[in-house]
């Protein structure tokens, strides 16, 4: 049975494509993003608690590497097979080697209601998988010079609000452990899908106002949106078998790697490399992969989850 | 009372740059600015500031020809290949001139 | 006992006429009646799963009836009686024939608190009565010719925010149903008096604004504004008798007949028939029978509800 | 550096036109409009934006002589008797004259 | 179409002075005026609107100079030593000048 | 333990020392803090219905007593010792001699997660203690004379939305009573700790902004706003020995008396005393004195409470 979370995504979708007068306020979306992301973070934080850190490493480096890996493979495809400018290119691939915070809530939901359990630190890998894209992005676009300003870089990449907010819920879920969070749940876990549903309205309602930008960059860029979440997951899901991830943690791996960023890297490739246009990679990534993602890739990627599972077994 | 001549410089460009470019004010002797929120359509497209990443902001500065003219120059120089920004000056009397 | 959200209706009205600084951000008045509208849909929807559609089908063309005769009744009053301008007296006889989805939300927190049960498919009846009303007003105002742009009017009705969010929620709550919704009760069902409750707050003050206007123009306005909700409230009753409804179901049909619009319709007005004034029509809807029906209204109804069944029965 | 003269057309009138007028802009010729939310009094009354339908807007059209003079009288024809608008225009310096 | 010469007296100061600022212009004769929230800098440091107390506001009023030089003489007077304000004029077009 | 809606406190702090791009757009800001001046106010209002008004009368009276002397006291302090210009000592004792409702809130917070209980009314001394500093402040900054325009001054100080806020949701929650106000709880009383996670996070980012200016300002300031919630505090303590106020009572009013406004004070200020620099006052309150009080102050209130209490009886 389909989430009532998706059909608020089409709901949001259809109203934007009919031209429906249905605006959600800049400071709402602000408010109900801010809200998902700590709550994510502290979720992940108290599970952290639970287990020693270095059991935690080898998941924490292949994440990493999965990051550049990704990256570094979608680039040479959209500069050659895409014909797109370097800087397109590089700033493109940064977008899909990254992740979605909201695809990732959405995976979530999903795997909440099909009662699949998941190891419950996937925030960090999360939080770590928004980082590694945006530098080699950065790096793919301008090469390795002297003049490249890391320091700033750095700020803008760290100090981003998604990632401070995750960061910092992961902290604050670390130190309080679940009991002293106990009276923090009714807004940061109770409300939590219900304030998904409201953030997802308005992806619906922003993904119509990328379908025009789409039709202007022609079939390439929809067939990339589609087929490189597809490889990616193939990736994520060997990876999360690899790791000896249980089927919702190798499920939200896939999710992770199909996910393509439309907050942390845009804004960081808005700065760091201003040469891009921001319209191709945000098309692909909110007009095309994310919807994709949310109403065809996550069962998916369980039931790829499954069947690898079943295939390592037998 | 008095009151003297100086230009009134109106930026409009994408939100993502308003740190940066206070940043620039400042190094260009601009002696204040004020910002407003705002959206719009140019040759860039429609940015309907509908979210973060799709926002316009409005900045004015008052100031003398001079630092207009190299306030201009210096964006002109930086930003206008790469992104959504307008700009244009005009007159106006202001009060106390040794504000700006 | 009077219900608390009725006290913040109270506490922002004495705050406005007293001049207090406190004012709700319009970004806050905007999420709270999304929430509301949305809430409110879901809950419809829902119960729309539980029964054969047709069954319906009396009622929800009644109810489109006492739309279109409301306002056609309206307007010659407002025309000969109290001397309005064509337009005008069109414009506020739409006000009058459509409904308030606020006071719609504080009759069903009255009847909640009364533990009055009622038919659970009304917010569909309130979706239907929003647009007969415009419809009727504008061509009162206009009169049926060539040059009436019926496509962008069609358009500004059934695609503004409070139809899209209603109608949205009944789908949703339709498809997801019962079971599918309990993961975003917290937000939609849990909260919604609270919410309701700021919401009425922020009524207050707007309707504190209205005082101005209503003075200016003069005693007809007041009057049109209490004896149009009791006849329309009698005509509701009526009709909620007539269709069989329990003493819930009636009451709330007589307060959608009594309630005036003033979200929907303004907007729509605004657009189709600018020569309107749209102040006599918000300080009439706003300034007096929306504090009218929630203060003194919808008990009135709900005795009169009670009154007529026993009346029919005996 | 060069300048060139154009007219900056501000309007401010009630939010509710927003998508009409835009689209009316579309047609007469503007090549850009910039929007930020306002509230305000004259001589239709106050409109303190507290809530949707009394709410202003302030659009600011930056174009040639032809087009303000364009912009208008359109606007004036159709919107100033029935809506509160205001519209004003002044000179301004642009760089990139072959935009507006 | 004839349109007269008016001016466009810009003030930008502190949000807590909306109400008082209001009151006073209906006293000098002002017949309207348009308000934006805003953000700045000036010489009196850094107001990033981030809350309450440290936001901006932007009033414009379109008037006859008369009218623009007695509003800016009050301003000057009773807000300039103790409120981060700024104030200037340009010179503007308008189509119905009884209005102003 | 320390209690998780300090870490966001920190959180806040840590992200705007960092420069991060994190900003809570000002529309959630105060409808947080609306959410916040309801709930405590309900509360209140709550409890006052249960007990006889007029036993309230002597503690009412003692902590106006209290509102006006730590003005008086902290004035020559600041004047002589700190060689403030008369009006900017004016306006920081009137800061201090008044309450901050979120250094109430934390302690409320951090009682119950002590578990312990105090009296309920508590609100009702909160909304008394805004007020006198305001106007011996006013006194202070202009003599008694002529000029001095109560009326706006009243205006200016009893419309303000903090009081306002606090005043209807005592009064709303003395009307409606503990059963009236069930419906309402879900928003009032169980998001109450999340929402208050959420202002403290904001408020830890807007302290940060205020440590530019307090280096300009010197150290005088930054002792002054240690010592003097320490010295209020004590005679806090003293006076809630001296009515009789349990132990977490007693906390609560040396931690009213120990906190300093940051929100009605400094509106009404820049109104009526103009020529004070507001930065000052803010810069003391909110960069010092929040964050002194939220992390060391309560719970050192707490202990003076107890030792008071254990040195009383013995
Ligand atoms: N002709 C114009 N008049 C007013 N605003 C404009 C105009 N052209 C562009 N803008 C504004 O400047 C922004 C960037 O313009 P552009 O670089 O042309 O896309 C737009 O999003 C508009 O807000
Ligand atoms: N003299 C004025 N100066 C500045 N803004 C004005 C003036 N008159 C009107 N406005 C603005 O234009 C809107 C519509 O004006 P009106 O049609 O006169 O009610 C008002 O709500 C104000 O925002
Ligand atoms: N040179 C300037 N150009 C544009 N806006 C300014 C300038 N100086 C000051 N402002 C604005 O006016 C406000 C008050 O200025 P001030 O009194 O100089 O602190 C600032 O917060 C800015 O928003
Ligand atoms: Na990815
Ligand atoms: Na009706
Ligand atoms: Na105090």
């Given at each position: 049975m389909i989430d009532p979370i998706i059909l608020f995504f089409l709901l949001g979708a259809v109203a934007g494509l009919l031209r429906s007068e249905l605006r959600l306020p800049a400071a709402i979306y602000e408010f109900v993003s801010i809200v998902l992301?700590?709550?994510?973070?502290?979720?992940?934080?108290?599970?952290?608690?639970?287990?020693?850190?270095?059991?935690?490493?080898?998941?924490?480096?292949?994440?990493?590497?999965?990051?550049?890996?990704?990256?570094?493979?979608?680039?040479?495809?959209?500069?050659?097979?895409?014909?797109?400018?370097?800087?397109?290119?590089?700033?493109?691939?940064?977008?899909?080697?990254?992740?979605?915070?909201?695809?990732?809530?959405?995976?979530?939901?999903y795997l909440g209601s099909q009662q699949v359990s998941f190891e419950e630190h996937m925030p960090l890998l999360l939080v770590l998988l928004e980082v590694p894209a945006i530098l080699v992005g950065i790096v793919l676009?301008?090469?390795?010079?002297?003049?490249?300003?890391?320091?700033?870089?750095?700020?803008?990449?760290?100090?981003?609000?998604?990632?401070?907010?995750?960061?910092?819920?992961?902290?604050?879920?670390?130190?309080?452990?679940?009991?002293?969070?106990?009276?923090?749940?009714?807004?940061?876990?109770?409300?939590?899908?219900?304030?998904?549903?409201?953030?997802l309205l308005e992806m619906g309602l922003i993904m119509a106002t990328q379908m025009g930008s789409l039709r202007r960059h022609g079939p390439f860029l929809v067939v990339f949106?589609?087929?490189?979440?597809?490889?990616?997951?193939?990736?994520?899901?060997?990876?999360?078998?690899?790791?000896?991830?249980?089927?919702?943690?190798?499920?939200?791996?896939?999710?992770?790697?199909?996910?393509?960023?439309?907050?942390?890297?845009?804004?960081?490739?808005?700065?760091?490399?201003?040469?891009?246009?921001?319209?191709?990679?945000?098309?692909g990534a909110l007009g095309i992969t994310f919807p994709f993602n949310v109403l065809i890739g996550i069962p998916l990627y369980h039931a790829l989850a499954v069947w690898a599972q079943t295939f390592a077994k037998g | 009372m008095h009151s003297h001549t100086r230009k009134l410089l109106t930026v409009i460009t994408e939100a993502a740059l308003e740190s940066t470019l206070v940043r620039d004010l400042?190094?260009?002797?601009?002696?204040?600015?004020?910002?407003?929120?705002?959206?719009?359509?140019?040759?860039?497209?429609t940015r309907n500031a509908g979210w973060e990443a799709n926002g316009n902001i409005r900045i004015e500065v008052v100031c003398d020809t001079v630092t207009a003219v190299n306030i201009t120059a210096y964006?002109?120089?930086?930003?206008?290949?790469?992104?959504?920004?307008?700009?244009?000056?005009s007159d106006i009397e202001v009060l106390r001139p040794e504000k700006f």
């Open positions: 992301l700590l709550a994510i973070g502290l979720k992940g934080g108290v599970e952290l608690a639970r287990q020693p850190f270095t059991s935690l490493l080898p998941q924490m480096l292949t994440v990493v590497a999965m990051g550049f890996g990704l990256t570094l493979l979608a680039f040479p495809v959209l500069r050659y097979l895409g014909r797109f400018k370097r800087t397109d290119a590089a700033s493109i691939a940064a977008h899909y080697g990254s992740v979605s915070v909201g695809t990732y809530a959405v995976a979530v939901a676009a301008r090469g390795i010079s002297r003049q490249t300003r890391w320091k700033s870089i750095a700020h803008e990449v760290f100090l981003g609000k998604g990632i401070v907010l995750l960061l910092g819920g992961l902290l604050i879920g670390w130190v309080a452990g679940p009991d002293g969070l106990s009276s923090i749940e009714p807004l940061f876990v109770d409300l939590f899908k219900g304030i998904l549903a409201l953030f949106a589609i087929a490189m979440p597809l490889f990616s997951a193939l990736v994520g899901t060997w990876l999360g078998w690899f790791l000896g991830l249980s089927i919702g943690g190798t499920t939200i791996l896939a999710t992770l790697a199909a996910s393509a960023s439309y907050i942390a890297v845009p804004a960081a490739m808005r700065i760091s490399v201003p040469e891009a246009n921001p319209t191709l990679s945000l098309a | 400042d190094q260009l002797h601009a002696h204040g600015y004020t910002i407003t929120d705002a959206r719009g359509k140019g040759s860039r497209g964006f002109q120089e930086h930003y206008y290949d790469d992104y959504a920004m307008i700009l244009f000056v």
